[in-house]
C-alpha cells in the first residue's frame, strides 16, 4: 500500500486546519474594518501564509473562506492543486447553506 502526498507532507509535521488568505485586488474583504483591524486591511497571499506556516513548523494546512461567495471556490480549488501545503479547502457553492469540504 502506497504513501499519499498528505501523508507524506504530514509524517512529522503540523497539520493546521484553519487558514485564511485574500486579495483585495481581486475581492475586497468587508469584515476588515476598523481601526483594531487596520493591520489586517492588507492582501494576505498563499506566499505570505508559506513562509508564515513553514516557519512554524505546519506542513500541511486547510484554507477556509473569510467571506461567503461561491465565486472564491475555484480560486481556492487552484491554490491548493498548485501548493504542496494546502491540503484541503472549505469552500460555498451556489447556496450559502451548502458548505463542502475539499481535501
Known amino acids: ?11 512529522e509535521g503540523v497539520i493546521d486546519a484553519h487558514h485564511h488568505v485574500w486579495d483585495l485586488s481581486v475581492r475586497d474583504q468587508d469584515w476588515i474594518t476598523g ?12 506566499s505570505d501564509l508559506e513562509s508564515e506556516a513553514r516557519a512554524a513548523g505546519v506542513t500541511a494546512t486547510v484554507l477556509v473562506q473569510a467571506i461567503d461567495v461561491p465565486e472564491e471556490t475555484p480560486e481556492f480549488l487552484a491554490l491548493a492543486q ?22
Open 35 to 46: 481601526p483594531e483591524l487596520a493591520p489586517l486591511r492588507r492582501d494576505f497571499l498563499l
Open 1 to 11: 500500500m502506497g504513501v499519499t502526498a498528505m501523508e507524506e507532507n504530514t509524517a
Open 82 to 103: 498548485d501548493s504542496d501545503l494546502v491540503a484541503g479547502i472549505t469552500a460555498v457553492f451556489a447556496h450559502p447553506s451548502e458548505r463542502a469540504c475539499h481535501g
